[in-house]
């Protein structure tokens, strides 16, 4: 099966050409097929992949697939090749399942919409270029699957383009991701002058045979590659653009938070982590700028009254939670949070589908009384939300926010600060997700159902309401079973984090706190948004500064933006733009000349060609 491995990428991009192309002309029962189809065959593809790989394990535990040179000049040569191991098979399963599960959702979601063929087209794009990201063997090619996936964040957010704020929105995500992809590539161009190859392997081997720990060059080329992780997984500085992309369809939110772009950058530094372990600062500033983006980010999921903006907040805190274990070392936590993260948002957003679509609103305080009219959305809610919060013993969310908790301490570069923040932040999550559940299900309601769920939206709901329940046990703790088959599984692509730490936080005591954090949240969601409460929104300096994304948007309009805008303001007129106003001038009067021979009588176009034709003869004559 293995040899079958280019078709999980191929499949979707030729699916995605075929709807580009041809999609007007296709029936929508066509389109439905190719554009969900083409990700369940690679969903099912990587399932018999991973069966193999795990039955039959390659030589070396990896599986290198070369296609074809990409390029060879001056002694870079860039092979087109995929790379398979088990972070890659990890991936792969999140990205093409999940994937799948959005898609058959969608299916039903937009089937009304006027650009059903483009929707696939983007969607297959976007989830084939995730897919060539994963698989690459070298970093030029997964900096094409990169660029693909900010390509196709910018066509889907903005998707309804005849509304200027989505225009506006894909515009400001393609912008600020660009100030990270840029940080990226010059990392690329560091590594290979100073490395002599991007392949992946053979990199981290070079890098660690060439540069000690803390190096100069280690430390800037892990910096670089920070930069474009932090732009693309939306954490400090670079997270404002990720609440604005709730402006696209709720299954083009779902798929970028769950199993595609914000997970990219989570992936470039585990996929990398040998260049961050040589650079310890910058390994250390990925964890405190995950502590501090997700505490950032639940306080502001509490105060928005989107429903799609505080799931928005909340997967921008929960990726911090994968940064600081990256950060401290703790590469297996990360991915393990990584893939049930993918799980519960993914069914936290399809769910929030149903309820918009049903009610046709957003905002919270105009929603309530829900959870008789919309079941299945109620569960759906219920079961990701308490997933999200860490519900103990019973969901996925637990045993993996649980594992980054105790790591967070016990790791060479833990401390009890980390920890204390990674207990706040489990209660502000903890808060944040009954409140949203509390505001749309409960209380008097005040909306009108409008619609119900067809059959493709509930297997999807359902499937991930089963895989957020269950998708845990892959890895449970000491004193629950004690079964780390993930991390065990992972163990051959990334090293285990050394606990060194004991005493007097043990892993029983973080899993009671983390309990604790999640009740403490419960009661308090209660308290303030229970249904006896008044269902009016916080008002004063705080939630107005949460709301706000705590400001960052208006001190880059004032930085940055307003600066720049006085500058081609006086610009304007300055002498590099004469030429090019003057071929816009020469193209407008060549248009307008040429506009006078379009004048629709029939008879002056008969005599123009006639002309014509006795023209080119009468050349073709003389010059014989």
């Keep these: 099966m293995f040899q079958l491995l280019w078709l999980v990428a191929a499949v979707p991009l030729a699916s995605a050409a075929v709807l580009a192309l041809f999609g007007s002309r296709l029936p929508r029962k066509i389109i439905a097929i190719s554009g969900a189809g083409s990700i369940g065959f690679s969903a099912a593809l990587t399932l018999l992949i991973g069966a193999e790989f795990v039955t039959s394990p390659p030589a070396g535990n990896a599986y290198v697939q070369h296609l074809w040179t990409w390029m060879n000049s001056g002694g ?12 890659a098979l990890l991936m792969l399963l999140v990205v093409t399942f999940v994937g799948f599960l959005i898609h058959l959702y969608s299916v039903e979601y937009m089937r009304d919409d006027e650009g059903y063929a483009r929707f696939f087209a983007y969607m297959n794009l976007f989830a084939a270029s995730m897919i060539t990201l994963v698989l690459a063997n070298n970093l030029l090619l997964l900096y094409l699957g990169w660029e693909g996936v900010g390509l196709c964040s910018f066509l889907l957010i903005g998707f309804w383009y005849r509304d200027p704020a989505t225009v506006r929105a894909a515009s400001k995500a393609f912008i600020v991701t660009r ?4 940080a990226f590539a010059v990392g690329l161009f ?31 080329a892990a910096a670089l590659l920070l930069g474009g992780a932090v732009g693309k997984s939306a954490q400090l500085p670079l997270q404002t653009w990720l609440p604005d992309a709730m402006a696209g369809p709720t299954p083009t939110s779902a798929l970028i938070h769950a199993a595609t772009m914000v997970t990219a950058g989570v992936y470039l530094i585990a996929r990398t982590h040998v260049l961050f372990t040589l650079a310890p600062p910058v390994q250390l500033a990925v964890a405190i700028i995950g502590t501090a983006t997700m505490l950032l980010a639940a306080f502001s999921a509490l105060a928005q009254r989107d429903m799609k903006r505080v799931l928005a907040y909340s997967t921008i805190s929960q990726i911090g939670y994968m940064f600081l274990a990256l950060g401290l070392g703790a590469w297996s936590a990360a991915l393990f949070h990584l893939m049930t993260h993918a799980f519960f948002k993914a069914l936290l957003f399809l769910a929030a589908g149903v309820v918009i679509h049903a009610v046709h609103e957003q905002d919270l305080y ?4 829900l ?3 919309l079941r299945l959305a109620f569960w759906s809610f219920v079961i990701g939300g308490s997933a999200l919060a860490g519900l103990p013993l019973i969901t996925a969310g637990f045993f993996s926010k649980d594992l980054i908790l105790w790591q967070s301490w016990a790791g060479p570069n833990g401390n009890v600060l980390f920890w204390i923040a990674g207990m706040t932040g489990a209660m502000l999550t903890s808060l944040y997700t009954f409140r949203l559940i509390s505001l749309t299900f409960y209380g008097p ?6 619609a119900e769920s067809g059959l493709s939206v509930r297997i999807a709901l359902v499937a991930l309401c089963v895989l957020s329940l269950l998708g845990g046990y892959v890895d449970t703790p000491p004193h629950f079973g004690g079964v780390p088959a993930l991390s065990n599984f992972l163990s051959s692509a990334l090293p285990p984090l050394e606990e060194v730490h004991v005493g007097p936080i043990t892993e029983t005591i973080t899993a009671l706190c983390a309990s604790l954090s999640f009740g403490l949240g419960l009661v308090l969601a209660y308290l303030l948004y229970g249904p006896h409460r008044s269902r009016l929104p916080a008002q004063g300096f705080l939630p107005r500064l949460w709301l706000s994304g705590w400001g960052f948007d208006r001190i880059y309009d004032q930085l940055f933006v307003r600066p720049f805008q006085w500058l081609t303001r006086k610009s304007k007129s300055d002498i590099v733009d004469v030429p090019i106003r003057g071929l816009g001038e020469i193209t407008v009067l060549g248009y307008r000349t040429l506009r006078r021979i379009q004048t629709g009588h029939v008879r002056w176009y008969a005599m123009g060609l006639a002309m014509g034709t006795a023209a080119i003869l009468a050349i073709a004559f003389f010059a014989r």
Excluded: C, N
Aim: aromatic content about 8%.
């Design 76 to 87: 870079f040569r860039p092979e087109v090749a995929l790379y398979l191991d088990s972070v």
């Design 179 to 182: 100030v990270g992809d840029t």
């Design 190 to 220: 560091l590594l290979f002058t100073r490395l002599g190859t991007l392949d992946i392997q053979e990199l981290m081997h070079r890098a660690s045979a060439q540069w000690s720990s803390g190096s100069g060059v280690a430390v800037a």
């Design 366 to 369: 105009r929603m309530g009384g």
């Design 371 to 373: 959870r008789f009219e």
């Design 445 to 450: 309601q005040q909306a009108h159902v409008k």
